[in-house]
C-alpha cells in the first residue's frame, strides 16, 4: 500500500451555547501520498507567501471575508491532496454528558480514530498540539492509549507533532472553510460556492451522529419520477453495509469509501446524474501502491456489491443510488445489453457442435451447465 500522510487540524469546540459559540464541531484531515510531500510542500508555501505574506494559512485570518477565501480555495484547488473529514452536528448530541468537555472529547476521539484507521490503517497522522488545540492533543493520548500496534499485520498508525507545518495549514484551511460550509453561525450565501469549490478534494465526509434518516436523502419534492420504496431500500442497504464492515483489507475500505461517495454524489448532484466509473476510480486510488483499474473496481466493488444485496443503477453514463423505476430500467437493460449477446454466442457454439455430429454431442450436457442450458433454452 502506498504510504500516505494526513495533517489534522479542528473547527469549532465543546461549547453547547449555540447561538455564540457555533453548532458543528469538524474534524479535517488532508491526505496526501508521501512521495508528493516535497512538490505539495512547495506549491504550498507559495500561496502562503501570496495571501499570508509573513504568516501562516489559517482560516481564522481570512475570517468572512469571502472574496478572499474563494480566490485562496481556486489555488489550493490546484494542488493534489484530499481531505477525510468528521463534521460533528453538536445540536444531536442528546445527553448532559457531552457538556463536560472530557465526555465530549472522549466520543471524538473514539469517532475519529475508528474513522481513520478503518480507512487508512497504516498512516502517519501529523497534528499541531500547539495553542488551543485541545483536541488534537487528547486525540494524540486517545491513540497511544487505545492503539494496538499488533492488531492488524503491518499495522502504522501513529500522530506526530507538526508545529507550524505548511500540511497542519492547509488542514486549519480546509477545517476553517468546512465550518463556513456548515456551521449555522458561518454560513452565507457563499457557502454553496465553497461547498463546490472543494467538492473534488473530498474522499468522505462523516456526519455524526449518524442517523441515516432516508427521508434526509428525498427527492421527492424536486423529482417527479423519484419513487420513496426503491429509494429507500436502496439507500437503507447502502447504510447497513457502511455500518457493519469492517476496513479490515483494502477492498472493504475500497466498497465503504465507495457507497459513501456514492451518498455523498446522491446528496449533492441531480438525482438523474450518474458518477462515472473514471471518477470513483480516481478517488479510490488514493492510497494504493498501484492505481485501482475498472476491471478491479467493476469486479471487487460494484460486483461484490451487488452480490450482497446493495442496489446500485448504472448505465453508460457510471453509477448512482436508484430513486426510480426508470433507473432501475437503466440497470436491467445495461444488463441485458451485455448478457444476451454472450447467452446467443454460447448457443450459436452449442448449435454448430450439434449440427456437426448429429446431435450426438451436447456441450451443455454437462451437470455444472444445467442453470446455463435451462436459460439458454428458455431465452431461445
Given at each position: 500500500m502506498k504510504k500516505v500522510i494526513a495533517f489534522a487540524d479542528e473547527f469549532g469546540n465543546n461549547s453547547f451555547d449555540f447561538g455564540n459559540q457555533g453548532s458543528h464541531f469538524i474534524i479535517a484531515s488532508v491526505i496526501?501520498?508521501?512521495?508528493?510531500?516535497?512538490?505539495?510542500?512547495?506549491?504550498?508555501?507559495?500561496?502562503?507567501?501570496?495571501?499570508?505574506?509573513?504568516?501562516?494559512?489559517?482560516?481564522?485570518?481570512?475570517?468572512?471575508?469571502?472574496?478572499?477565501?474563494?480566490?485562496?480555495l481556486k489555488e489550493l484547488k490546484k494542488i493534489n491532496f484530499s481531505v477525510y473529514a468528521v463534521i460533528i452536528d453538536k445540536r444531536k448530541l442528546y445527553g448532559e454528558g457531552f457538556k463536560y468537555k472530557k465526555s465530549f472529547y472522549k466520543y471524538l476521539n473514539g469517532i475519529l480514530y475508528k474513522e481513520l484507521y478503518r480507512t487508512f490503517p497504516q498512516l502517519e497522522l501529523k497534528v499541531d498540539e500547539h495553542g488551543g488545540n485541545d483536541f488534537m492533543r487528547s486525540f494524540k493520548k486517545y491513540v497511544e492509549k487505545n492503539h494496538i500496534r499488533n492488531l492488524f499485520a503491518g499495522s502504522d498508525f501513529h500522530i506526530q507533532k507538526s508545529h507550524n507545518d505548511l500540511g497542519v495549514q492547509l488542514a486549519d484551511m480546509m477545517a476553517g472553510t468546512l465550518g463556513y460550509i456548515f456551521d449555522e453561525n458561518k454560513k452565507s450565501d457563499k457557502s454553496l460556492e465553497f461547498a463546490e469549490l472543494i467538492k473534488d478534494k473530498l474522499i468522505s465526509l462523516n456526519k455524526f451522529p449518524k442517523?441515516?434518516?432516508?427521508?434526509?436523502?428525498?427527492?421527492?419534492?424536486?423529482f417527479s419520477e423519484y419513487d420513496e420504496t426503491i429509494a429507500t431500500l436502496s439507500l437503507n442497504r447502502a447504510f447497513d453495509f457502511i455500518d457493519k464492515t469492517t476496513g479490515n483489507n483494502q477492498d472493504n475500505r475500497d466498497r465503504i469509501n465507495f457507497l459513501k461517495l456514492l451518498l455523498l454524489y446522491h446528496q449533492s448532484n441531480h438525482p438523474r446524474k450518474y458518477t462515472t466509473s473514471t471518477e470513483f476510480v480516481r478517488h479510490l486510488s488514493v492510497n494504493r501502491d498501484?492505481?485501482?483499474?475498472?476491471?478491479?473496481?467493476?469486479?471487487?466493488?460494484?460486483?461484490?456489491?451487488?452480490?450482497?444485496?446493495?442496489?446500485?443503477?448504472?448505465?453508460?453514463?457510471?453509477?448512482?443510488?436508484?430513486?426510480?423505476?426508470?433507473?432501475?430500467?437503466?440497470?436491467?437493460?445495461?444488463?441485458?445489453?451485455?448478457?444476451?449477446?454472450?447467452?446467443?454466442?454460447?448457443?450459436?457454439c452449442r448449435n454448430a457442435i450439434l449440427l456437426a455430429t448429429t446431435n450426438e454431442y451436447d456441450i451443455l450436457d454437462d451437470p455444472d451447465y444445467r442453470k446455463l442450458k435451462e436459460l439458454i433454452e428458455n431465452v431461445s
Open positions: 496526501m501520498n508521501e512521495v508528493e510531500l516535497n512538490d505539495i510542500q512547495v506549491k504550498l508555501e507559495e500561496i502562503r507567501k501570496k495571501f499570508f505574506q509573513t504568516g501562516e494559512i489559517k482560516s481564522s485570518k481570512v475570517k468572512n471575508n469571502h472574496n478572499r477565501r474563494i480566490l485562496i442517523e441515516y434518516k432516508s427521508e434526509e436523502f428525498s427527492e421527492k419534492e424536486t498501484n492505481p485501482l483499474s475498472k476491471e478491479q473496481f467493476s469486479s471487487k466493488v460494484i460486483g461484490h456489491l451487488r452480490d450482497k444485496g446493495i442496489l446500485i443503477a448504472s448505465s453508460r453514463d457510471g453509477y448512482k443510488i436508484p430513486t426510480s423505476i426508470s433507473d432501475m430500467k437503466k440497470f436491467i437493460n445495461h444488463g441485458k445489453s451485455i448478457v444476451l449477446p454472450v447467452l446467443r454466442r454460447i448457443e450459436e
